[in-house]
């Protein structure tokens, strides 16, 4: 790889300075650099994609995990690579802080911090605690590479899709306290994303998108600055596998016809040794 993590870093946050990218989420080093030799300009990990590489649900992978992860993908690629950094996998304040601190020196460009409750509890925390974490944890960048992107999550609209307003108003906050970009997964109404993209302008917007729909073209009209797919990706793949090997189970090896070659795929990835 070529580029310096100050590098990437740098073209990550110019990024997000005007016009729409998109941010597809690989789950390993292969698909990672797949994706760069497709010609995408960063990524983003995804919580998902990297728990089931190790037969683990969502959620299921711990701290150590996920930095092992990231010091893996990170110089495997001269892409921006973003962090889906959950929680931040601590509940107390210093806890996150050290936890966000060890992300940044693990060479991401940017990392990501939910709202979900770290604490074993269910739910989510209050504006008032998200504004005090999320000011943590750009503290905690800030001491390493105040380069780095912080994108603030709230999770509110996976579980009820009617809290809108109640979302928008929590990223406001989180814009506020500090936050580089803003992310509510689970918005999809042009009217909702065009209403979170006014609110907290000019600072930016991802929407995730996990299911055909707009074109990215249509979404950049409604001022979201990046869009990713989240486990989108990993799915697709494992569907092909469970179709394939399905087939195999029933006899058939038909499902066998739809993969990629092995001539192509070991061509692309001697590109990288």
């Given at each position: 790889m070529t580029r310096t993590i100050t590098e990437k870093r740098a073209a990550f946050r110019a990024l997000h300075q005007d016009g729409c990218f998109l941010l597809p989420n690989p789950w390993d080093v292969g698909s990672a650099r797949m994706l760069q030799h497709l010609g995408f300009q960063a990524l983003a990990t995804t919580s998902s994609g990297y728990a089931w590489t190790q037969g683990r649900p969502d959620y299921g992978v711990t701290r150590d995990d996920v930095l092992a992860h990231l010091r893996a993908l990170v110089p495997a690629t001269d892409l921006p690579v973003n962090a889906d950094y959950e929680s931040g996998f601590a509940h107390e304040i210093s806890d996150l802080a050290a936890n966000v601190r060890m992300a940044v020196e693990?060479?991401?460009?940017?990392?990501?911090?939910?709202?979900?409750?770290?604490?074993?509890?269910?739910?989510?925390?209050?504006t008032a605690t998200a504004v005090e974490r999320i000011?943590?944890?750009r503290?905690?960048?800030?001491?390493?590479?105040?380069?780095?992107?912080l994108v603030a999550r709230t999770?509110?609209?996976l579980s009820d899709p009617s809290r809108v307003a109640e979302a928008i108003d929590k990223m406001v906050a989180l814009a506020d306290a500090?936050?580089?970009?803003?992310?509510?997964?689970?918005?999809?109404?042009?009217?909702?994303?065009?209403?979170l993209v006014r609110a907290v302008a000019p600072k930016p917007v991802n929407l995730l998108v996990m299911?055909?729909?707009?074109?990215?073209?249509?979404?950049?009209?409604?001022?979201?600055?990046?869009?990713?797919?989240?486990?989108?990706?990993?799915?697709?793949?494992?569907?092909?596998?469970?179709r394939a090997a399905e087939g195999l189970q029933a006899g058939s090896f038909d499902g066998l016809a739809a993969g990629a070659s092995g001539k192509q795929l070991n061509e692309i990835f001697a590109n990288f040794t």
């Open positions: 693990a060479g991401v460009a940017g990392l990501s911090i939910e709202d979900i409750r770290a604490d074993g509890q269910p739910g989510h925390y209050d000011r943590a944890a503290k905690a960048i800030d001491q390493v590479d105040a380069q780095a992107v999770e509110i609209l500090g936050a580089d970009c803003l992310y509510a997964p689970g918005l999809v109404e042009k009217a909702d994303v065009m209403a299911r055909p729909g707009p074109s990215l073209a249509e979404i950049a009209d409604w001022g979201v600055r990046r869009v990713s797919v989240g486990g989108g990706l990993a799915r697709a793949a494992w569907g092909g596998f469970l």
